[in-house]
């Protein structure tokens, strides 16, 4: 992981050696790949914690291509993708951004939550997205041509972003959409099996509690359980932290601070829980 702190500019580059764990929902894979071989840009869109990430490794790995992970925000520019000039004791030398580097070498390149970025710095995309599949340059004067297998991939959760954020029609039509959502129960079960080590019956007990605490959204929860966090619950519970407790400091407690729900949600655990 290479962190830039004066950018707060955070970027993951990996190659993964064993196979991503990702239990598909429905076509998703057989669409990506399509996608990849017509050197498509693909967009996800999900809830936080749907598996959104792990299914761009899982294709990553599926590919056999690096991938580069860009994590989004607000003061993100356009040279935090592109690159820079860094002044060296001898002169300035000019160093490759993600994005660039990504281009150059044919990678997977994963903007993670890309409405945070500013706009101005989401515009860069679009020649990489059609026909040109060019990045250009300005402050070198080179034109770096998309090297093959070289793919772009952004992803966002619609469901807050909806009404403070958004992408421009010009930049949603470059790309093929997926929609991901929380698996269905038996499916959740699977993955916080597999990622945890848990047995069936805490498995199955968890991924119904999360389903009765997404109801709660119509009662002012902001964000619903992810399979994520009944993962690091069932982590919790299997290293001899008591389920209850587990499921308080892992689910309960960053999903609200508001006090009618928390105990509305622990209402919830102790009725699963007896």
């Not at 000039?85 to 939550?113: K, N």
């Not at 009404?163 to 991901?180: E, G, I, W």
């Not at 308080?248 to 949600?265: C, F, G």
Request: hydrophobic share 40%; charged share 25%.
């Amino acid at each position: 992981m290479l962190v830039d702190s004066g950018t707060r500019r955070t970027e993951n580059t990996t190659t993964a050696q064993a196979e991503p764990y990702y239990l598909p929902a429905s076509n998703e894979i057989e669409i990506f790949e399509r996608c990849h071989q017509q050197r498509l840009a693909v967009m996800l869109k999900g809830p936080t914690g749907c598996g959104k990430t792990r299914f761009v490794e899982h294709m990553a790995w599926r590919l056999n291509r690096p991938l580069i992970t860009i994590a989004c925000h607000d003061d993100l520019a356009a040279s935090d993708l592109i690159g820079r000039f860094l002044i060296r004791h001898d002169g300035t030398e000019w160093q490759d951004g993600p994005l660039t580097r990504a281009a150059r070498q044919g990678a997977i390149c994963y903007l993670d939550e890309v409405v945070e970025a500013r706009q101005d710095t989401v515009v860069i995309l679009h020649a990489l997205t059609d026909h040109r599949r060019i990045l250009p340059i300005d402050k070198t004067g080179e034109t770096v041509a998309a090297a093959p297998g070289f793919q772009l991939v952004v992803s966002y959760n619609p469901g807050y972003q909806r009404m403070l954020k958004d992408l421009k029609p010009s930049t949603r039509q470059r790309f093929v959409a997926m929609d991901l959502d929380f698996p269905a129960i038996e499916q959740e079960v699977k993955i916080v099996r597999q990622e945890s080590g848990t047995d069936h019956a805490t498995a199955h007990a968890l991924v119904s509690l999360a389903q009765r605490i997404r109801s709660l959204r119509d009662r002012g929860l902001a964000e619903v359980p992810s399979t994520r966090l009944l993962i690091a619950t069932a982590l919790l519970a299997n290293n001899g932290i008591p389920i209850k407790d587990a499921c308080y400091a892992a689910l309960i407690a960053p999903l609200s601070d508001d006090e009618s729900l928390v105990n509305a949600m622990r209402d919830l655990v102790n009725a699963t829980f007896v």
